[in-house]
């Protein structure tokens, strides 16, 4: 069996509600990729990658020329067996792990589908029926963000990423996170995320006001070392995202002392055989796993499912139903959210089926 | 990048950087030309050459370091030949992958090394650390300098306690916290500076004035390109103090193709000279260009 085409297709997602970070960085309608690796046994397995703007070391716009450059690399590969042609492909082209994301979530799809078994049993085998959901509250005005946590707590949701840094005013982000601590009852967890853009000085006078509440705080500044000062000043823990992408991170963010909780997102590691080095690397140094992406629809949210459901017990903080911010559904028969939970898709592979029709003609096809 | 670039002053060239930062994270190879490119105005609009515009540009001319991808003695013995015969006093001995031979070469090397010559001997990654050890330790009486003998920091980190060379940071050195890293950490002695890795002589300049202030020596150069990237590097490499500057690289000598038709800095006895115009100093010849691929206006 082996890979002989690969068609890629562009396709625009807006977000329900408008998502703005520190640093003026929004979300509002972007461009997903999706991706489809054809074997000559008629298979199908399917690849999704979104980088937000300003976000990732990535644009949009790059994944047609990477995905032609890797071409030859990735024309003739037998998909059983993720981790070996990934490990080549590294070879070939270094960096540029968002668009080997988009390769890696494919050939899964291809080796689950080949194998007939879902990928939470590739990857590990199932731990848990379902995952608790976080939602991530956009960085506006307090009392807003206080209404959007009651209304999703009202859905059952029970972890609250608290979007800060939008107006630069280390007083408005304490005043965010007690007013959604104070809306979501004591038993939620409520997390502080600056998206690098705070500085050590800013993000302590936030954490300091705060430090008597049951509260974490996220990726205040750009380096783990600035994270870290910013622990040991509040005594709050912390969550790493944008600081943590490979190993050799994860090792140095436990070693300052600010790995109690990561994000692992398919496009910053680079797809799921990466993420599954990942996972058990933070699973031994003990920190709890946020399993997700960048953004995008149907296709990272059944990659993110299925990781998430093989993550090992008390290892898993919580996952995120990415097609739920957005518009349109990609393959509809994605699972949705239940109560604040989620549960993995049943079939083979990443066990969905994207729609031909929302994903239009293709950019890219190539044999 | 570039609805986030037109429009501003390329005078600027901070505020160029920042824009370019903030519009997409990374990418720091796409960033160098255009930061480039506003150094080169910033220049010409000053009526400086851009090394004097930096701050102050040494006119001792640097020397060039060769690049010697040879495998067996003999065939090293013949390149270097080829270079001394065109001035060449420095030399960048590309080593790595079998741990006998690259103790024979080093050895070998050493033995006919002239009085003022100098040799780095360039690992490109490609030993693991347990190897590292081996032909450091088998060579320390040679007192030799080696190059990123190892994949990452954390390798170099790993093995520094334990042999006595000196050794320069290349492809490990990206970011202005890396070099902060590896001064604080006493991980190297040199930095190898490359103006497309790092993204452009602004971002390149923060990294020397950390190297000067811990008695860090450099070599600058570019990733590879025509005589336009050798004189960007030279431009650098004059802001550097002349003891601690250790040697440029003339890539035009390995490539077929001269954009410029003969100006901009040459190989003169193994050394290049900074020039006097304007900016960069060096023109393209558009007709040798051919058509671009892309015009944003």
């Not at chain 2, 429009?7 to 903030?22: C, H, I, K, N, T």
């Amino acid at each position: 069996m082996r890979v002989n085409r690969i068609t890629l297709w562009s396709v625009d997602l807006t977000s329900h509600e408008t998502y703005y970070m520190a640093d003026g960085k929004t979300c509002a309608t972007v461009k997903t990729h999706v991706l489809c690796l054809e074997t000559d046994t008629g298979l199908q397995g399917w690849g999704e990658v979104c980088p937000i703007p300003h976000y990732l070391p990535a644009f949009a716009d790059g994944l047609p020329s990477a995905v032609t450059e890797m071409a030859p690399e990735i024309l003739g590969v037998t998909p059983t067996g993720v981790d070996a042609p990934m490990r080549k492909l590294d070879g070939f082209l270094q960096g540029h792990l968002h668009v080997k994301s988009i390769v890696d979530i494919a050939l899964w799809d291809l080796f689950g589908k080949a194998t007939d078994l879902p990928l939470y049993q590739l990857l590990g085998g199932r731990t848990r029926r379902d995952m608790p959901l976080y939602h991530s509250i956009t960085s506006i005005a307090p009392d807003e963000m206080a209404r959007i946590a009651r209304e999703a707590h009202a859905t059952g949701i029970r972890q609250f990423q608290v979007k800060l840094g939008a107006d630069a005013d280390w007083q408005a982000d304490a005043e965010r996170l007690i007013r959604v601590r104070e809306a979501v009852g004591a038993s939620s967890l409520v997390y502080g995320d600056w998206n690098c853009g705070a500085t050590k000085l800013q993000a302590t006078r936030t954490g300091r006001a705060v430090a008597h509440l049951d509260v974490m705080l996220e990726q205040p500044c750009k380096t783990l070392e600035d994270c870290a000062a910013v622990r040991n000043a509040t005594g709050l823990p912390m969550k790493i995202d944008e600081g943590a992408y490979d190993l050799a991170s994860l090792l140095r963010a436990a070693e300052l002392g600010v790995l109690d909780a990561v994000a692992l997102k398919l496009s910053k590691f680079g797809g799921l055989s990466a993420m599954r080095r990942a996972r058990d690397l933070t699973v031994h140094l003990g920190a709890e796993i946020c399993a997700e992406c960048t953004w995008g629809s149907d296709i990272v949210t059944a990659a993110s499912l299925h990781f998430a459901a093989s993550t090992p017990h008390g290892a898993l903080l919580n996952t995120c139903d990415l097609s739920s911010y957005v518009s349109p559904r990609i393959a509809p028969d994605c699972p949705t959210r239940k109560d604040g939970r989620i549960a993995p898709p049943e079939g083979p592979g990443l066990g969905v089926t994207p729609d031909p029709r929302v994903l239009g003609t293709p950019m890219l096809k190539l044999e | 990048m570039a609805p986030f670039v037109l429009g501003l002053d390329p005078r600027r060239v901070l505020d160029v950087e920042r824009a370019m930062d903030l519009a997409l994270p990374g990418h720091l190879y796409a960033k160098s030309p255009i930061d480039m490119a506003c150094w080169d105005i910033a220049g010409q609009a000053a009526g400086m050459p851009i090394a004097d515009l930096m701050g102050g540009g040494s006119r001792t001319p640097r020397p060039i370091a060769s690049s010697i991808g040879a495998k067996t003695v003999e065939e090293t013995r013949a390149v270097i030949d080829r270079y001394r015969q065109r001035g060449y006093v420095a030399h960048s001995v590309k080593i790595g992958g079998d741990v006998a031979r690259d103790i024979t070469r080093i050895r070998d090397v050493e033995d006919i090394r002239r009085d003022g010559e100098i040799v780095l001997y360039d690992v490109n990654r490609g030993w693991t650390r347990q190897q590292a050890l081996r032909v450091m330790s088998a060579t320390e009486a040679l007192n030799v300098m080696f190059e990123q003998p190892c994949e990452t920091l954390d390798d170099i980190a790993a093995i520094s306690g334990k042999h006595a060379a000196p050794v320069s940071v290349d492809e490990s050195l990206v970011t202005l916290q890396d070099a902060a890293r590896i001064a604080r950490d006493g991980l190297a002695e040199m930095f190898g500076i490359k103006l497309n890795r790092v993204g452009g002589l602004t971002k390149a300049a923060r990294m020397r004035d950390i190297a000067l202030a811990h008695g860090i020596d450099m070599f600058v150069m570019a990733t590879g390109g025509t005589v336009l990237a050798d004189t960007e590097a030279l431009h650098l490499a004059a802001t550097i103090p002349d003891p601690n500057c250790h040697a440029v690289w003339a890539c035009q000598e390995m490539i077929t193709i001269d954009i410029a038709g003969g100006r901009g800095p040459r190989n003169k006895d193994g050394h290049l000279h900074l020039p006097e115009e304007l900016g960069l100093g060096v023109h393209p010849d558009e007709q040798v260009l051919g058509d671009p691929v892309a015009v944003y206006t």
